[in-house]
Each structure stands twice: as C-alpha cells, then as structure tokens.
C-alpha cells in the first residue's frame, strides 16, 4: 500500500514532517522518504530502507541536517520516493499512493510522444512516481499535467507535489484512497491518515474529494479542482488496512469493525466458550462480536511487540508465513481444553490461518471456529497494492473453485461464488473450512460488512469479493 503526508509552515516543518510521516509506518514495509524545500537551500531528500528497522530509525540522522519550510515524505511499500523532477515546469518533489495497470501502454506513448528513457528498479519495473511526473510534464502547466495522470492511469493514484509555491495535494479521481487536510497556526498539512497529525497540534480542515487537487501554503488552502461526484473508496480500509485511530470519509475504523463483529454475531448459531480476533486487524471485530453474542472475549495470542512492533507485513510470502509465526505468542492456559471462536480480518492465501489453527489444536484447544471479518476474496485487487500476487490463483477461493469446476471457470460461474445464498457459495466454503482443518467457517456477507461501514454502497469499492467496478 503506502502512505504520505506533506507540510507546509512558516517555520521549519521537520518535526511534524519526520512524525508524521512516521505514523503511516502500519502502511508499508519497505522504503521511506522524505523531501524538503528552503528557501535559502534549495530541495534535499533522504530515502532510506525501512524492511529491517523502524522509520524513526533510519530518519533520525536526517531529522538533524534537513531544513525546510516546505516538506512531503512517504511509507512505500516498493518504490523509492520521494522523486526531485527537473522539467519545463521547474524542480518539484512528488510522492504516490499509486498502482498503475497500464504502465507498458503508458511507456509505449510516452516514449513515441518524445520522453527520452525510464530508469529500471532493481527488479526491473519502472517507478510508478516516475511514470506519475513524466504524465504531469506532458501538459504545460502543473494542474493540467496533474489531471491528465489522475485521467490517463488505469488503476489509482493520489500524489502529493512540492515546489516552491507550495504542496500541490490530488486525490485519487474515484477517492480509492484518502487525502485529509490539517490545519494549525503557521501550518497546512496533508496526510492519508486522519490521526497522524492530531498529536502534532493540527485540528481537521477538510477532506478532498474523488479528483480534488488543491495547493497548500503556510497561510491558506486553495482548491484548484473541484471534486468529482463518483467516489469508490476502498472498503478494505476499514476492514484491514487502517489504524485503529483512523477515519475516512468520517467513519471510524474501530467502530466499523465494532459494527462488523456485531453484524456477524447476529447471524451465528455456535456457542464458543471464548471469542479472540487475531492480533491486530482482527481485534476490533472480536470485541464487537463479544458485546453482541455475549460470549467472553479473551487473548490467547498476544503479539510480541517489543521487536515486532509493526502490522505490516513483509511483501514476500515465505517471509511473511515466517514472521506471522514468529511474532504471536500463545497463553495455552486460554486455549486448553475451550471451544475458541477466532476473527481475522480476512483469508487470503489461507496459509497463515490454517498454521494457526493447527498450533491452537497442538495446545490443546478443542474446536477452532473461524469468522473472517469480510467475505471471500475472490478477485485480485486492481486498485490497491494489497498483494503483489501475479496470479489470482494464489487467492484459496480461486483454487478451490477451480477445483470444484474442473478448471472451467467463468465470470458467470464466478458471480455464482460470490453469492452467500447459493449452493456453489456453500460448497466453497465447506471446501475451505475441510483443507485449512477448521472446526467451522463463516465468512461475514458483503451486506452486512457494507451496513457496518454506514455510508452509501455506491460509494465503496467491493471489487475484490464481487468483481464489480
């Protein structure tokens, strides 16, 4: 996924920069940045590996030497960024929440229409920030140039850009992901994450809308596009992705998944003897179905947080499988001998469940009942950098429907499977629940999930449970 936030102050922006930025670590594992404008020191930038220590970490150096009154930095999960641009529109600083489906198109145009050349990763991809600043220097000035690559780019993008007029803040053209806006004495800030500024003395502006592009100064923000009527915010958000302290779109994360426990709760027929969630995206939702159903909630796994201090995890599966393991600690005097109820936020892969299930049963438990907080995922995402998966059939519901159909799978079989009132449904998941060993499984329904956020359905993104755009 990733993460951004930008400042800009009448002083020195770089310790709510360097905070800031910090905050968004539950966002991406791999690579952090920053970038900074002064006027009498022109643009300086750091970018740092984050995969073996925490932000704060590899920044701390940094936040000595760097000065400025402008600043952007960025979490990202697989590209270096920020990026200093030199073009026809001046030196600028950009970041990306960005998945980009339509890169080798995009190169293909760019490069007929007069850009010399792309640098390669290491792993041989074009970054995503780069492909985004050579879209914007198509157009001659900077608000053109910004709309064209929210316009051209198949997938999602929302950006932060710095020069030295300002932050130029855009948000996605559909809203997939958030731009907030904070405001204190002397500064504007922007930031995907509603919470990251709120301990650094900023209170809430406002929210961009799907396509917003506004500019922010020490002294003002000026919205220089207005936003689009069509909003498809990801739903995942509040299911996964988001901090517990966070909100979008105005609904709180904890209390959508206190509402989703809930939900789940009203539709169960077992009777555990305790209710747990897995640490910690399942948490919440265990707390919700506990107050519902009565059921006491307990913590038979507690996450080691003193050196695996974030949720994240590692964009490599056999090291995620590994850490997974590794970093939950068991209390087996919890879980001997008791029927448990067990919420995660969702099942991917299935790996990483059937694991825990497995050493829940090896200390002693005597059912392992799971309820993931949100239907099957039965689409790759297109949208986000939930995974970077080159196959949807790494998803267990596409191999197991695979299996059932012999291979022969369609769109129209597919919606059969996404369907909680058919038999194809039912049979996906007793075939789920027999190959991952549960004692019972019962994924929450996409209307209820979707009631439990509170907003209007047409505005949420369910892609991935229902293919539908």
């Not at 500064?187 to 592009?213: H, T, V």
Request: charged fraction near 25%.
């Amino acid at each position: 996924m990733g993460g951004f936030f930008g400042v800009a102050a009448k002083e020195d922006c770089l310790f709510d920069l360097y905070f800031g930025v910090d905050y968004h670590s539950h966002l991406g594992t791999r690579r952090g940045g920053m970038a900074v404008f002064d006027d009498d020191l022109g643009f300086d930038r750091s970018i740092h590996n984050i995969e073996n220590a925490p932000f704060r970490t590899k920044f701390d150096g940094d936040m000595q030497k760097m000065k400025g009154r402008l600043g952007i930095g960025c979490i990202s999960d697989f590209e270096p960024q920020p990026l200093i641009v030199r073009s026809h529109h001046g030196t600028y600083a950009l970041t990306t929440v960005s998945k980009i489906n339509n890169t080798e198109e995009l190169e293909k145009t760019l490069l007929e229409s007069g850009h010399s050349h792309f640098l390669e990763m290491s792993g041989g991809e074009i970054n995503a920030t780069e492909m985004v600043a050579a879209l914007i220097n198509q157009k001659e000035n900077l608000i053109e140039g910004i709309q064209y690559a929210l316009e051209v780019i198949d997938g999602s993008l929302s950006l932060l850009l710095m020069n030295a007029n300002g932050i130029y803040a855009a948000r996605d053209k559909l809203g997939r992901t958030p731009i907030v806006i904070g405001k204190k004495d002397g500064a504007f800030c922007a930031s995907f994450e509603s919470f990251a500024y709120k301990n650094l003395g900023y209170r809430d502006y406002k929210s961009l809308g799907p396509g917003e592009i506004v500019v922010l100064t020490d002294t003002n923000c000026v919205t220089l596009m207005q936003p689009g009527k069509d909003m498809k915010i990801c739903t995942f958000l509040w299911v996964y992705y988001g901090y517990p302290a966070s909100s979008y779109e105005g609904i709180s994360v904890e209390q959508m998944r206190y509402n989703c426990g809930a939900k789940m709760a009203q539709r169960d027929h077992v009777k555990p003897d305790i209710v747990a969630g897995v640490p910690d995206s399942g948490t919440a939702h265990a707390v919700g179905y506990a107050n519902e159903s009565g059921v006491p909630f307990s913590r038979p796994f507690i996450k080691y947080t003193p050196t695996w201090p974030r949720s994240f995890m590692p964009t490599i599966q056999s090291k995620r499988n590994l850490i997974a393991k590794m970093k939950m600690l068991a209390v087996e005097d919890l879980i001997k001998g008791k029927s448990l109820l067990l919420i995660d936020d969702s099942i991917v892969r299935g790996t990483q469940l059937r694991e825990t299930t497995e050493f829940l049963y090896q200390c002693g438990a005597k059912e392992v009942h799971i309820r993931p907080a949100c239907p099957p995922l039965v689409y790759g995402c297109k949208y986000l950098n939930f995974s970077r998966s080159s196959s949807e059939m790494d998803l267990i519901t596409r191999r197991v429907i695979a299996r059932l159909e012999n291979g022969n799978v369609t769109d129209e079989v597919l919606k059969e499977y996404t369907d909680p009132n058919s038999e194809k449904y039912e049979r996906m998941v007793e075939e789920i629940c027999e190959e991952l060993h549960f004692t019972t499984l019962r994924f929450n329904r996409l209307d209820d999930m979707l009631d439990a956020v509170g907003i209007e359905p047409c505005k949420l993104c369910t892609y991935c449970w229902n293919g539908e755009e």
